[in-house]
């Protein structure tokens, strides 16, 4: 779940090294062995004999629940079971760690809550494990569970996969002039953390010499799933169908509860959240042939469905037909999803051709300093106030920046959350479109509901020096005196100054890449398959392009405005600074109206006050960068929206750094004239 809640867990960790010691000494178990005992009653046991692997996901990021492998491991009847931990900010946070702390640099809840307390259930059922929980300090972690291990009275043996750290490398690739892929940038000298996407042919193989558990660095998310398959079914490098498959069964699960109806569009409507304090987690039963069907444990909350597992589809992509990967090039763009019966959705249908012969490697470097704070607003004129206030926090620190010789902030980002004005853009559009289909005419929407008495106010600023962000910390809470009346409720007290991580990628040969597998001490190397003769990336085709009859607006009196989630599903989320958002119609025949009315123009005026350059400066006509594409298979748009998240993760200043509340902006604010008889008879159809 990559650029995801992840960096949240670890951040928490690393700024509190006493607990990491309190979880490597082991204190916490004794409620997990309670949670392991509350749940054995309901183990299951797979003894069916199908020759079908079944996979389940217990973690979508660093910090997910704990309750999420007990249930996997008595409930899911499985071969395989993953765990996803790492983004490029955990990376980082790790790499910070390990520096402080040799043995640091892992995810220790991995060893402690995640497979630790159950080794013994996993060895009686024959369930593999294998997780990107090795981070910067693989060796560390199966160190650690070696531990768990013998203090379970368990035998295991433990794989461990390295080389995709490339820090070392680091003097030598200054030297080569490599440049980011999206900047062009030279690779900066504070760089600290530098990591190659590796594929999963080394898991595969460690998984062949024997291995229990396997422990990786980094590797891309869905090779945690597509690494078992091609164990188990022998699949070679040039079977690019059946590894995109693979490749898609591990991308709809590696988020977790994602997959299973969490952060579902119509969780309200199906009342989801009732059932959602014991979610299902994901489940592929995958067969040979590249099928699989998507599932959960029975007797756990959630849904399966065709719209929960479309939408995890669309999540965190770009061109649908050509999702790059190590291992192979996907095109998910004509996937079928059919319900077999309920919560099992079958998946067919992906395409994949050769590789690349180079790894995407992710770096973070270091590029000064951040500071966030948030205050409650009550009463009147709470936009006015909150501007206000914040103005005058930073006209007050920047004089006493300048008596002290310091240098002005670098960015600063105030937004007032909730309180109503003329001048929405900062948080959405506030527009919809009339029923002129040629021309973008957009017109204000009426403001519904009673005006709120409380906002919140949000002020993040960054600087290159952390004394200067002391100071701004210092002259928050004298606002509650000394400026507006209903300032109030200062969230978490003085901010904290952190440092700002930013991205940087680039493209490193796989020859040149050492992976190696080691099981205690016996060590094989990984030869990359490299290809011949790469087949170049087929042109982004956009849905202009595709063959998508024309809507029907023959007769002008039967049109009427539609809100976009009474007409489609949609989710959003983020690769670096792009944000993507999938939307699928809810019915086929709403495909030529969306391919008409919800183009990439119209959602970059929607989404215009995002877009901004390296500096914090608006890009005039923004709107234009967005680029949208087709599934055919699943009746869904993809709009890729590049610049448009304030840096991405935590180099954002943005109160949604990862574009996670995009999709539901669309749904609320997009508006579309459509046919009443033609929605009505497709409301009924779908209820």
Not at 652 to 661: A, W, Y
Request: net charge neutral; with cysteine.
């Amino acid at each position: 779940m990559a650029n995801s809640m992840k960096f949240c867990f670890g951040h928490f960790l690393l700024k509190k090294t006493s607990v990491l010691s309190r979880i490597a000494n082991n204190n916490c178990s004794k409620s997990y062995r309670l949670l392991y005992n509350s749940l054995k009653l309901y183990s299951t046991s797979r003894k069916d004999g199908s020759e079908d692997v079944r996979i389940g996901c217990a973690s979508g990021f660093w910090g997910d629940t704990t309750v999420a492998a007990p249930q996997l491991i008595h409930k899911g009847n499985l071969d395989f079971l993953v765990f996803d931990y790492l983004s490029e900010i955990t990376m980082s946070l790790m790499t910070a760690a390990k520096t402080k702390y040799p043995d640091f640099g892992y995810a220790p809840d991995f060893v402690q809550f995640g497979v630790g307390p159950y080794l013994k259930t996993v060895k009686e059922k024959g369930i593999k494990v294998v997780s990107n929980a090795g981070g910067v300090n693989p060796y560390s972690c199966a160190k650690a569970m070696y531990s768990a291990a013998q203090k379970a009275g368990v035998d295991i043996k433990v794989a461990v996969i390295t080389g995709d750290n490339l820090i070392d490398k680091k003097a030598q690739l200054e030297s080569q002039n490599i440049r980011d892929l999206d900047s062009d940038k030279l690779l900066p000298s504070t760089v600290n953390s530098m990591n190659a996407y590796i594929g999963a042919f080394p898991i595969a193989k460690a998984l062949d010499m024997g291995a229990d558990i396997v422990i990786t660095g980094r590797c891309v998310d869905s090779a945690l799933v597509l690494g078992p398959l091609i164990h188990k079914f022998k699949w070679q490098p040039d079977q690019f169908d059946l590894l995109s498959a693979g490749s898609l069964a591990g991308h709809l699960i590696e988020c977790g509860a994602q997959a299973t109806g969490g952060i579902f569009t119509d969780w309200y409507k199906l009342g989801l959240h009732k059932t959602w304090s014991s979610i299902g987690f994901p489940i592929v039963q995958c067969q040979s042939n590249g099928d699989f069907i998507v599932t959960k444990p029975v007797d756990t909350g959630g849904l399966v469905s065709i719209a929960t597992v479309a939408e995890q589809l669309v999540y965190e992509i770009g061109d649908p037909k050509n999702y790059i990967l190590p291992d192979v090039i996907c095109d998910f763009s004509d996937v079928k999803l059919t319900q077999e019966k309920e919560n099992e959705v079958k998946v067919c249908c992906a395409k994949g051709k050769s590789p690349p012969n180079d790894y995407k490697v992710s770096a973070t470097y270091a590029d000064g300093f951040k500071a966030t704070t948030v205050a409650v607003l009550a009463g009147l004129n709470l936009r006015a106030k909150g501007l206000a206030t914040a103005n005058g926090i930073l006209q007050r620190t920047r004089t006493i920046f300048e008596q002290l010789g310091l240098s002005d902030y670098t960015q600063t980002h105030i937004q007032v959350i909730g309180g109503l004005s003329d001048d929405l853009e900062e948080s959405f559009s506030n527009f919809i479109r009339d029923d002129d289909r040629t021309e973008l005419s957009l017109f204000k929407k009426k403001l519904k509901g009673e005006i709120p008495k409380q906002a919140a106010l949000w002020i993040a600023v960054e600087h290159s020096q952390k004394k200067a962000l002391e100071l701004f910390a210092r002259e928050i809470a004298p606002a509650g005196t000394g400026m507006a009346p209903g300032v109030t409720g200062m969230v978490g007290g003085r901010p904290k100054v952190s440092p700002i991580f930013k991205f940087f990628s680039f493209l490193y040969q796989k020859k040149d890449v050492s992976i190696l597998i080691d099981i205690d001490g016996t060590q094989e190397e990984y030869e990359p398959w490299i290809a011949q003769q790469t087949e170049p990336t087929s042109p982004a085709q956009t849905s202009d392009e595709m063959p998508i009859k024309p809507a029907d607006f023959s007769d002008l009196d039967d049109i009427d405005y539609y809100q976009l989630k009474d007409v489609g599903y949609a989710r959003s989320g983020d690769k670096g600074n792009t944000v993507n958002i999938g939307v699928i119609a809810r019915h086929p025949d709403l495909v030529p109206y969306l391919n008409e009315k919800l183009t990439a123009e119209a959602v970059g005026l929607i989404f215009q006050h995002l877009f901004e350059d390296e500096s914090g400066h608006k890009i005039e006509n923004g709107h234009k960068l967005v680029k949208r594409f087709y599934l055919a298979g699943i009746n869904a748009f993809n709009f890729v929206l590049p610049s448009a998240l304030g840096g991405g993760g935590v180099a954002s200043l943005r109160p949604d750094p990862q574009g996670k509340g995009a999709a539901q902006m669309l749904l609320d604010e997009f508006y579309l004239a459509l046919p009443k008889n033609t929605m009505k008879s497709i409301i009924k159809e779908t209820d």
